[in-house]
């Protein structure tokens, strides 16, 4: 379970300040997926980053399973970010000159999975995408963005996260392939029991997801 309490953030330049989250309080059971939806500049990527304890909120309470993350502190951060989560982004972030199979490997690595379990485990990841056999020996540059956002959801499920958050995966997908994409990730949160918190522009796919947040100016004005 994912429960949010009260979380705020506040940007401070000058002697303006933003509140980009303002007071926000949610909970999303295990296994579930929930959008999140609102207009440009409405809090969406800073919740996300909240969520994944890449920055810490103003004020306010993100318990993942028994933990409160606002709570962590350097290393407990960084095993959290590295095993307990899992990201994917608009434009895939993946290493362009490692193959589908080596970037799959990648947070295994970080996990300290010895070298054979981690090719096998990749390999199994990328099937379970769909990429097939031939491409998973390709570089990012060789492959489609929907081949690539594939291979970026794989990379994500490596450490059976108990959160997958995605900052509008299908931003540079036609509409067909992020449908596609957007399925994928609702079977694999389905299957894998796996939490997804996902942002998209495309209101017929948050209509298919298990529940929507929508923000507007940092709030969250219906769920
Ligand atoms: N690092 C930052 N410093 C100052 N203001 C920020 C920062 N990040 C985001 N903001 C502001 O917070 C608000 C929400 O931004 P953001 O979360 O990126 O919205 P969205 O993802 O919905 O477009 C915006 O007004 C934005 O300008
Ligand atoms: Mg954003």
Same mark, same amino acid.
């Given at each position: 379970m994912l429960q949010v309490t009260n979380l705020k953030k506040v940007f401070k330049s000058g002697d303006t300040n933003v509140t980009a989250?303002?007071?926000i309080s949610f909970s999303v059971p295990d296994g579930q997926f929930a959008?999140?939806? %609102?207009?440009? @500049?409405?809090?969406?990527? $800073? !919740? !996300?980053?909240?969520l994944g304890a890449l920055d810490k909120p103003t004020s306010g309470q993100?318990?993942? @399973? &028994?933990?409160d993350i606002t709570k962590l502190h350097d290393h407990a951060l960084i095993t959290y970010r590295g095993t307990k989560i899992g990201f994917?982004?608009?434009?895939?972030? !993946?290493?362009?000159?490692l193959t589908a199979l080596e970037n799959v490997m990648l947070p295994l690595e970080f996990a300290k999975v010895p070298k054979k379990k981690r090719q096998a485990r990749a390999k199994e990841l990328l099937d379970q995408v769909g990429l097939q056999d031939d491409k998973q020996q390709r570089?990012?540059?060789r492959l489609s963005g929907g081949e690539q956002q594939r291979v970026a959801i794989a990379r994500a499920l490596a450490n059976k996260p108990q959160l997958i958050l995605a900052d509008e995966?299908? %931003?540079n997908l036609d509409s067909q392939t992020g449908k596609m994409i957007f399925d994928l990730l609702h079977s694999l949160a389905r299957t894998e029991r796996t939490t997804i918190v996902a942002v998209t522009h495309d209101l017929s796919i948050? @209509?298919? $997801?298990?529940? $929507?947040?929508? !923000?507007?100016?940092? &709030?969250l004005i219906s769920k």
């Amino acid at each position: 379970m994912l429960q949010v309490t009260n979380l705020k953030k506040v940007f401070k330049s000058g002697d303006t300040n933003v509140t980009a989250v303002n007071d926000i309080s949610f909970s999303v059971p295990d296994g579930q997926f929930a959008s999140v939806i %609102g207009k440009s @500049g409405s809090g969406k990527s $800073t !919740l !996300l980053s909240l969520l994944g304890a890449l920055d810490k909120p103003t004020s306010g309470q993100i318990m993942v @399973g &028994k933990q409160d993350i606002t709570k962590l502190h350097d290393h407990a951060l960084i095993t959290y970010r590295g095993t307990k989560i899992g990201f994917v982004f608009q434009n895939y972030n !993946l290493v362009p000159n490692l193959t589908a199979l080596e970037n799959v490997m990648l947070p295994l690595e970080f996990a300290k999975v010895p070298k054979k379990k981690r090719q096998a485990r990749a390999k199994e990841l990328l099937d379970q995408v769909g990429l097939q056999d031939d491409k998973q020996q390709r570089k990012p540059g060789r492959l489609s963005g929907g081949e690539q956002q594939r291979v970026a959801i794989a990379r994500a499920l490596a450490n059976k996260p108990q959160l997958i958050l995605a900052d509008e995966p299908t %931003g540079n997908l036609d509409s067909q392939t992020g449908k596609m994409i957007f399925d994928l990730l609702h079977s694999l949160a389905r299957t894998e029991r796996t939490t997804i918190v996902a942002v998209t522009h495309d209101l017929s796919i948050a @209509g298919k $997801t298990d529940v $929507t947040f929508k !923000l507007r100016d940092g &709030k969250l004005i219906s769920k």
